[in-house]
């Protein structure tokens, strides 16, 4: 059994200020002694608009939040303690006019293994609800990254409004994932409607732990002289850990008690293997019928 730490946090639109609210979830979870701490979707910043985004991205060998990150793992491994970390963050296109919504993964030196960039992009308008238009700002992937080894077992990765294609999730788990990660950062209104629902479904279709690390709270956003539009973030928070037969086996506080936290859960493989031998669904499948493999 590895324990993991899956932890949620408000981000602004200062990637120094960011940095330092990853640092304190990071030396938690070290203390804790997790090996894996989940970080959420965008954890470097929030912008106000596409055109404050495009400014303030940074590759991630200049980025202060990475950087704070990694020196912090470094620090932990040098004191003996391992810990590896997935964090959502932006990074520049090629071309300038846009940014990519990746997920990384960093590893107990600080190294980055493995990079996802977000396949579905959330382009929405729901009256009365949330009005967001991604694409304004992000490019989006085109590549799923094939599961790989972590301490606490095989990763597939998506980035939060990936959750809503079970494609995704099915293929990784076909690919081999034993643990689906989406970091995110949930509406109000979609994430009071779906979240729980969402995470509870994609482990129950795929018999996997399913981590949802959360944006969460009202995002203090600013940009100096961007006269475009503002816009108001709420985020849903309610970060959690699934396990493979869709029980909540962890969950972060309420925003009401502060927005940063963290909730720990043991991964345990064995509890998978059985879930998965006492209901084959991987054996039932019917590609005969469907005319392909999911
Ligand atoms: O913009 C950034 O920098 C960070 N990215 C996000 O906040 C993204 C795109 S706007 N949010 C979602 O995908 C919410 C999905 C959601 O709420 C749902 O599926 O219901």
């Not at 991205?57 to 810990?83: A, C, M, Y």
């Not at 690919?175 to 482990?203: C, D, E, N, V």
């Not at 949802?212 to 850990?241: C, V, W």
Request: some cysteine; proline content about 5%.
């Amino acid at each position: 059994m590895v324990l993991i730490a899956c932890g949620q946090l408000c981000s602004t639109s200062s990637l120094a200020e960011n940095a330092q609210k990853a640092v304190r979830l990071i030396t938690r979870a070290a203390a804790m002694n997790a090996k894996v701490l989940f970080l959420p979707e965008a954890s470097d910043y929030l912008a106000v608009n596409a055109k404050h985004s495009v400014e303030i991205v940074r590759l991630v060998q200049d980025s202060p939040f990475i950087q704070g990150v990694q020196k912090t793992l470094r620090e932990l491994h040098s004191q003996g303690k391992s810990l590896h970390v997935s964090v959502g963050v932006h990074e520049p296109c090629v071309g300038g006019d846009r940014v990519k919504n990746t997920l990384l993964w960093i590893n107990d030196q600080g190294v980055i293994e493995q990079r996802y960039q977000k396949l579905h992009l959330f382009d929405i308008s729901i009256p009365n609800g949330p009005i967001l238009k991604e694409s304004n700002s992000v490019e989006r992937g085109n590549e799923i990254i094939p599961p790989f080894d972590t301490p606490a077992g095989k990763l597939g990765m998506g980035i939060c409004y990936d959750i809503r294609f079970p494609e995704l999730a099915l293929r990784l788990r076909s690919l081999g994932a034993q643990i689906l990660t989406y970091p995110s950062a949930f509406t109000m209104k979609t994430g009071a409607a779906h979240w729980h629902l969402l995470a509870r479904a994609r482990a129950i279709d795929t018999q996997s732990y399913v981590v949802m690390a959360a944006q969460a709270g009202t995002h203090k956003l600013e940009s100096e002289g961007n006269e475009g539009p503002k816009t108001a973030r709420i985020s849903y928070g309610h970060a959690l850990i699934v396990d493979p037969w869709g029980t909540v086996v962890a969950e972060c506080s309420d925003v009401d008690v502060g927005d940063e936290d963290l909730c720990v859960a043991d991964i345990d493989l064995v509890k998978l293997e059985k879930v998965r031998k006492d209901m084959p669904l991987w054996e039932h499948r019917r590609p005969d019928a469907f005319g392909y493999e999911v």
